[in-house]
């Protein structure tokens, strides 16, 4: 093979990797549901508020209850069933295979009331109210339950239960590679997703270039060991490019990074898509929830736990929500992802909710981080790290226009 046809090869297999890999996270993430006994086109609860245990999905919160399907429309529609939520925060997020938020149900777009709906495929004829398409055959469905404080408990459940879903069955398609395999069984679980799952006709321009590797109907044995070197380096590229960037967006402002407009509906931004699923995967749009991340003083944005921190807002200064918001704190693993530490106080977030905290006679609160208790009145808002690197997340959960176009910005966090 020519020295320019291997270049092909290898930017072919860069970008294949990167497209792909939203299919092969939530496969990933589905056969982890179906480990666990959760079958195809049935919710399963959470029912409990995530902590360091939980390790399914980076970047959780602690904030809300999870509930999850995993649906396949290839056997016709599914019917789902929304309890009204009143007055507490609530969304179930349908995502396509590529990780796309198609609709989202809540609070926000469908109002308190609950009803029924009709999910179906990319080819099903639909008739009737509430009809919901997809544009592709599996579809990720995930609701997130606002979780008042300890009180709040059972009335969160309550909502869990009312919430279900009705459908033919569906086998459990796999099993398929993960995201660390070699490139031939990447590649090979990559292209079975993708016929189950056809891109959309505007990414033609895009799949074009990846046509040296032969995706439709790949077969890892018809490459030379040169032409396997130029997709190995292709891929080792595309896999450290996914490391960059995700929830962190493009750079920081005063401190902090801003989530990306395409964030969680990513059209052709497949570089941010794959970035996503790695450090962020199944993050909402904006509109619903904004993810903004502190930037630390190590390198990768990170923060160094043997030192002590603060977060100031002054009284006039607190994030412009219509629902909550909510500072998490998670170790960072090698591979880029984010989840909860461990801590003496068992508190993986402080927020707008957090019982017992304290502020400042104005009405100024002050956020208190590291590994040390602070000691005293500012124990209350100590956010514990661990004795080493750690991220800040700030989640606004549907964001006032002046948080959604810039208005306001964060106050950075500083050494204490």
């Known amino acids: 093979m020519a020295k320019t046809d291997l270049a092909a090869l290898q930017a072919a297999a860069h ?31 959470m029912r409990r508020l995530a902590d360091h245990n939980a390790r399914a999905v980076t970047t959780p919160n602690n904030d809300t209850f999870y509930s999850t399907a995993q649906v396949d429309l290839s056997q016709g529609p599914v019917t789902i069933n929304v309890p009204a939520t009143g007055e507490r925060y609530f969304s179930l997020a349908l995502m396509d295979a590529y990780t796309n938020n198609f609709a989202i149900l809540g609070t926000r777009t469908t109002g308190p009331d609950g009803g029924t709906f009709t999910l179906v495929g990319p080819t099903d004829a639909a008739e009737g109210p509430n009809v919901v398409r ?18 709040d408990v059972e009335g969160a459940k309550a909502v869990q239960h009312g919430l279900s879903m009705q459908g033919p069955a569906a086998d459990a398609p796999g099993p398929f590679a ?28 895009f799949l074009a270039g990846m046509a040296p590797l032969g995706l439709a109907d790949f077969e890892p044995s018809r490459f030379s060991p040169e032409e396997a070197a130029a997709i190995e380096a292709g891929v080792a590229e595309a896999r450290a490019a996914a490391r960059k960037g995700g929830l962190s967006g493009a750079g920081f402002t005063d401190g902090w990074s801003y989530p990306s407009a395409r964030l969680g509906d990513f059209a052709q931004d497949y570089g ?48 412009p929500v219509n629902s909550f918001w909510s500072l998490s704190l998670y170790e960072a693993t090698p591979d880029g992802q984010f989840f909860f530490t461990d801590n003496p106080l068992a508190r993986y977030a402080i927020g707008d ?30 956010l514990p790290a661990p004795a080493g ?23 950075p966090v500083l050494a204490a």
């Open 15 to 45: 970008d294949a990797w990167l497209f792909t890999l939203p299919l092969v996270e939530i496969a990933t993430t589905r056969a982890r549901g179906l480990a666990n006994g959760s079958p195809m086109n049935v919710f399963g609860h």
């Open 134 to 151: 997809s544009p592709t055959n599996h579809v990720w469905a995930l609701a997130r339950i606002l979780v008042d404080g300890p009180h």
């Open 178 to 205: 993960h995201r660390g395999a070699p490139w031939a069984a990447y590649f090979a679980t990559a292209a079975q997703l993708m016929a189950l799952n056809p891109p959309q006709v505007q990414d033609r321009a």
């Open 272 to 319: 941010l898509r794959a970035s996503v699923a790695v450090s962020g995967l199944a993050a909402l749009p904006p509109a619903e929830a904004m993810y903004m991340r502190a930037e630390g003083d190590l390198k990768g944005a990170l923060f160094d736990g043997t030192k002590a921190w603060r977060l100031h807002f002054p009284a006039d200064g607190h994030l």
């Open 353 to 382: 909710r957090t019982q017992g905290l304290v502020t400042g006679p104005d009405g100024a609160l002050d956020i208190w981080i590291g590994h040390q208790d602070p000691g005293g009145e500012r124990t209350a808002n100590w």
């Open 389 to 411: 690197p750690f991220a800040l997340f700030m989640r606004a959960y549907l964001p006032k226009t002046e948080l959604l176009e810039g208005g306001y910005r964060l106050p």
